[in-house]
C-alpha cells in the first residue's frame, strides 16, 4: 500500500521534471495523472485498494470541512444570542475502534471542530471523555460521531 503512494509521488516528480516546472499545483496535477495511471494498469499492479483508499480518505477529510463549518456556524450563534442558554457538559464516547492512530485521530478531529474538545481517552482504550459547549442530545451526539468521524476513519485506515 505505502509503496503505491511512493510510485505515485515518483510519477508526480517525473511529470514535474517532464513538464519543468516543481510548482505545487503542477505536482499536485501530476500526483492526479499519476493516481490515473495507476488506475488504468490496476489490474497488472493491484492498485484498486490504493485508490480506494485515496477515495475514502478524501471523504473523510470533505466530512471534516462540513462537520468544521456546521460546528462553526452553530458555535457563532449560541455567541450571538443575547443570552446564552447553552448546556456544556462532558459525555462519555464508547470506541468502536482499539488502534491507536485511529483513536488519535478521532480525539484530533473532535478537538478540532468548534464546541468540543477530547479531554482524555480511558486507560483501556475504550472510551473518550468529550467536553462539549451544548449538549441537548448526547445520544445524538454520540450517534453523529459513531456514523460520522469514527466510520469514516475505520473505512479510510482498513
Known sequence: MSSLFLINILLA?????????????NLI?????GMIALFLIREQVGTLSY???????????????YELVLSAVKVARIAMRPKLDIKPGFFVYELKTDRDFEISLLA???TLTP??????????????????IDIDDVEA??????????????????
Open 29 to 33: 496535477f501530476g500526483f492526479v495523472l
Open 108 to 110: 484530533n478531529l473532535i
Open 13 to 25: 516528480l517525473i511529470w514535474g521534471a517532464i513538464s519543468g516546472s516543481f510548482s505545487e499545483l
Open 141 to 158: 451526539m454520540r450517534a453523529d460521531i459513531e456514523e460520522g468521524f469514527e466510520r469514516k476513519i475505520m473505512e479510510a485506515m482498513r
Open 51 to 65: 485508490l480506494t483508499r485515496a477515495t475514502r480518505v478524501v471523504s473523510l477529510i470533505w466530512l471534516f470541512l
Open 115 to 132: 464546541g468540543t474538545l477530547s479531554v482524555d481517552v480511558s486507560d483501556d482504550k475504550t472510551k473518550l471523555y468529550i467536553h462539549a
